[in-house]
């Protein structure tokens, strides 16, 4: 099944699909011990479908990513890898696509566990619901502020990370990540400016203010009213 997501004669990535797809029922009927050696390895080669443009490879990617965290509980180099994910997920929820945000509600919350974070983990569980809708803005805000709390020696990494996201191919996970880096930067205590590049930071803002999508370039601005 984890060979098929390779499969390079696949031009309509319909092979990449059903491996993904049947891998993800396959796991409802596996032991933890049988998985447990496989689970990073198969969360590396589901990573970069996360951003495919093909809505169901992106759907069914995000899908077995939640499927497999079962199975990393527990395991430190499976929280890593949870964390490397974490913003794509976030990004997402507001994907255009209405079953890729399902699949993001769903994968964030059976992975809450894992993240480890009691804050993450309750408002993960609490507030997305696959049939509830979220305040988005509220729920960065909200995120940022427990990030901040429970992982100041990650702030580096998740805010390049976001930075990324800057030229995602949709404008609503660009307006999300200036967001993000807007809240962020608002809620961030001085001591911890250090972790934080501004150059790109500032670099990245100012060229979504020149965004095709007017949201974006709202959003652009809103996050550098942020900066202080």
């Known amino acids: 099944m984890s060979s098929g997501m390779e499969e390079k004669d696949d031009p ?8 993904m797809s049947g891998l993800s029922k396959v796991l409802l ?12 390895y198969i969360f590396m080669k589901i990573k970069p479908f996360l951003e495919s443009e093909n809505d169901e490879i992106r759907c069914a990617s995000i899908m ?3 499927n497999l965290s079962k199975f990393g509980s527990g395991e430190p180099v499976f929280k890593d890898q949870i964390h490397n994910v974490l913003v794509s997920l976030l990004l997402h929820l507001s994907d255009p696509n209405l079953q890729v945000v399902k699949a993001c509600k769903y994968a964030m919350r059976v992975c809450a566990p894992v993240v480890g974070s009691e804050l993450i983990t309750t408002m993960f569980q609490n507030h997305l619901h696959e049939d ?14 427990y990030l901040i709390q429970d992982f100041p020696g990650m702030l580096n ?15 609503e996970v660009r307006a999300g990540a200036a967001m993000f880096i807007g809240f962020l930067l608002g809620n961030l205590p001085e001591e ?18 020149q965004d095709p999508d007017p949201v974006v370039r709202v959003k652009a601005a809103e996050a ?3 900066f202080h």
């Open 192 to 209: 911890l400016f250090s972790h934080i590049n501004m150059g790109s930071v500032t670099k990245g803002l100012v060229m979504l203010l």
């Open 224 to 226: 550098m009213g942020h």
């Open 132 to 145: 509830k809708s979220l305040h988005y803005g509220e729920f960065i805000n909200d995120l940022t502020k």
């Open 29 to 40: 009927y596996l032991d933890k011990k049988n998985v447990q050696l496989l689970v990073v």
């Open 12 to 19: 309509g990535k319909r092979i990449t699909l059903e491996a």
């Open 64 to 66: 077995l990513l939640g």
């Open 157 to 171: 990494f998740y805010h390049i990370t976001v930075i990324q996201f800057f030229k995602s191919n949709w404008a």
